[in-house]
């Protein structure tokens, strides 16, 4: 049966009865050994071309896997399809997770005999003599040998290649093994933003547009739509997360109104894995291609739009009801309603002289309230009206209008950011607040009455709009419990956490693995003993029992030590997944006064060898910090887990993902983990626990 009959009714039916036409369908369902990729055929309708130098292109569980290159860089390691001839509507859907989009390419921070020190030493829980013994026994040897080889390469005097902070690119290029996707194509790129974790770039014109920082290592859906000329890209996420809307909707990011190419490929590259020596795998599930209706008619998802065929706006939108006019003393404002806010406006403009002065209005509610932004030869800057009063937000010298030429201009407007362009210069980012859904939804056009502004397109897309459906993408349905099995407040007199009854549950606190302590405070909280001083002596478990193997669901609130930066304080407070003494997960934060940001990090025991560098991490910047209290939550079913904090996601993986060939990890024990990382916790403490099925 064809994937169309299998629809529910008017799913994936535009609202003109058209259907898409679908192209390529990869959903990656052959398993197929490393460098064996390229030159098989996709699940229906293409090839997979591409790239894979150092043959470390795989296929297994359902998805493809990138693994990291000794020799990191462009136009060694990717997935292309095509090519295809440019065509207005032309979309690429992309579902992927990102090995870590902090991932980046330099010489190692330490030398290579430090570096082979730690590994043997691990997290210091076992003996090295053991710990050699169960890497013989290990089954994953042959990894263990590709790092040391890349580690040998990376080194001050070794590292060849030049420093890599852009690792992903997804969308089209103008050859199946682009060099610089930077500079080609219609693409997204990931951008490494260290304490800020990802940055994702959309290429507009000449350059790549910094959309937002803060994008999470999640599973996320990349969405390329081509037009005419240039292309329109969307970005979602399993759940709502910082920057991206919760598939089935995508979020608008940017539009490329200048890119010509005529003939492209669509493809998913990547250039670096990981970071500072550490090891992760990038996961491809699905790349769909096809055309949409919906994205080849002139302004695609825009509910608000014109292409002012007829100079300035007086008459009735091409899309969006009719313009009308708002006389501002000499200036003149020009609005159409959509009746939605918009999450991304565009427009194209030129000015004729240098006097010319023009902008972009939005969260128009009437002609006392609405945001605005000023463009002239004399630079930029961003107002807003409320009550008839001005307040200026921000002004930019550096980059303004010129006379002769074709400007793109751009606003995107989201989780009460606002965010404005000028042909892919980044100009402001403020705090706007959340918008007035009824009453401040126009948006439009600005210009002073001596202007000779000429408008040659504008565009206003809402926050959110549906995925294309092309065929249909695996779910990931949300992992979390609704049953509470355990909960403890703390509260109590003080004395060790050890044989403590749980306040719901009845359960019984018992320390599960090292030499650590966590004592109850007598204000309901769960200390772990250690202070700058004096730090806990590594890695240590508490823990409870646990009647369901298949799944937990575990919430912690923390409150990292200290006050400030600069104190020394540093926490590793989280929480254990525990099957028993060679099989364990854990998760806990990391805060240090040595890197601008916080991480969350995942520790994984299997098969009794923890591989230290296979540690997996997400960097959360001020999500956590000193002194103040924060929530971790993780679900976990023994394989996929998610790890949400103060309930947004910030990181999901699959054990699979690191470990194809180990079986699912059985839980039979759920608690509060202390670790060892690059230092030891200073007196974290834990102020709640519940653990759900």
Excluded at 28 to 48: H, L, M, N, S, Y
Excluded at 84 to 95: I, M, N, P
Excluded at 434 to 454: F, L
Aim: hydrophobic share 40%.
């Amino acid at each position: 049966m064809d994937w169309l009959d299998r629809l529910e009714p008017d799913e994936g039916v535009e609202a003109d009865g058209a259907l898409p036409r679908t192209i390529v369908v990869d959903d990656f369902g052959d398993d197929r050994a490393r460098g064996t990729v390229i030159g098989t055929p996709a699940t229906k309708g293409g090839i997979r071309h591409g790239c894979d130098v150092e043959r470390q292109i795989a296929i297994d569980h359902g998805a493809l896997r990138f693994q990291p290159l000794v020799r990191p860089g462009w136009g060694r390691q990717g997935i292309a399809y095509g090519p295809f001839q440019r065509e207005a509507g032309l979309v690429l859907v992309v579902s992927l997770t990102n090995g870590h989009n902090t991932s980046q390419a330099s010489p190692l921070p330490d030398d290579i005999a430090r570096r082979f020190y730690r590994w043997l030493r691990g997290p210091g829980i076992d003996p090295w003599p053991s710990r050699l013994l169960a890497l013989l026994r290990s089954p994953r040897k042959s990894l263990t040998a590709r790092r040391f080889l890349w580690w040998a390469l990376s080194t001050s005097r070794t590292y060849r290649g030049p420093n890599i902070n852009e690792n992903l690119a997804v969308g089209w290029f103008s050859s199946e093994a682009p060099i610089n996707p930077l500079g080609d194509g219609c693409c997204f790129v990931v951008h490494a933003a260290e304490g800020e974790n990802g940055e994702l770039w959309a290429r507009v014109g000449k350059r790549c547009l910094s959309a937002f920082r803060r994008l999470n290592n999640i599973h996320t859906y990349y969405v390329v739509a081509l037009r005419e000329q240039g292309a329109v890209y969307y970005a979602a996420a399993d759940q709502a997360s910082f920057g991206v809307a919760a598939f089935p909707m995508m979020r608008p990011i940017a539009v490329d109104p200048f890119n010509k190419d005529e003939k492209l490929f669509a493809g998913v590259h990547q250039a670096a894995l990981g970071q500072i020596g550490f090891r992760v795998d990038t996961r491809v599930e699905a790349v769909h291609i096809g055309t949409i209706p919906r994205f080849a008619t002139t302004f695609g998802s825009a509910h608000a739009a014109d292409a002012f065929n007829e100079g300035l706006p007086r008459r009735s939108a091409a899309i969006g009801g009719p313009w009308r006019s708002w006389p501002d003393g000499a200036d003149d404002i020009s609005i159409v309603d959509p009746g939605r806010p918009s999450g991304l406006i565009h427009a194209l403009l030129q000015i004729d002289k240098a006097s010319g002065a023009g902008g972009l209005v939005w969260r128009f509610g009437d002609i006392g309230n609405y945001w605005l932004l000023k463009l002239s030869a004399l630079g930029c800057s961003l107002v807003t009206r409320r009550s008839g009063e001005d307040v200026a937000i921000a002004s930019n010298t550096e980059h303004g209008l010129r006379e002769g030429v074709t400007h793109s201009v751009q606003i995107l407007d989201f989780g009460g950011r606002v965010t404005c362009f000028l042909d892919g210069f980044r100009l402001f980012e403020a705090h706007a607040g959340v918008v007035a859904a009824e009453t401040a939804t126009g948006a439009g056009t600005w210009k002073t009455a001596e202007s000779e502004i000429r408008w040659r397109s504008f565009e206003a897309h809402p926050s959110e709009v549906p995925v294309p459906s092309m065929a249909p993408l695996r779910e990931h349905p949300q992992l979390l419990g609704t049953c509470l099995s355990y909960a403890d407040s703390f509260a109590g007199i003080a004395g060790e956490l050890e044989q403590r009854t749980t306040d719901f549950g009845d359960g019984q606190w018992t320390r599960t693995l090292g030499a650590g302590v966590i004592d109850l405070d007598g204000r309901g909280g769960a200390c772990v003993r250690a202070s700058v001083d004096r730090p806990n002596p590594g890695r240590t478990f508490y823990s409870l029992p646990w009647d369901l193997p298949g799944f937990s669901d575990l919430e912690v609130s923390i409150l990292p030590p200290g006050e400030r930066r600069g104190q020394d304080q540093r926490s590793r407070a989280g929480l254990l997944f525990w099957q028993d003494r060679d099989n364990y997960v854990c998760v806990t934060t990391w805060l240090d006064d040595v890197y601008p940001g916080a991480s969350i990090s995942v520790f994984i025991k299997r098969l009794g060898f923890e591989e230290l560098y296979d540690a997996v991490w997400t960097n959360v910047a001020d999500k956590v910090i000193w002194g103040k209290p924060f929530r971790m939550r993780v679900a976990f079913d023994g394989n996929r887990f998610e790890i949400f904090i103060d309930d947004e996601p910030v990181m999901q993986r699959s054990l699979t993902d690191i470990y194809p060939n180990d079986p699912a990890l059985q839980i039979m024990r759920v608690g509060l983990a202390v670790n060892w990382e690059w230092g030891d916790d200073t007196g974290s403490v834990f102020t709640s626990f519940k653990a759900r099925r």
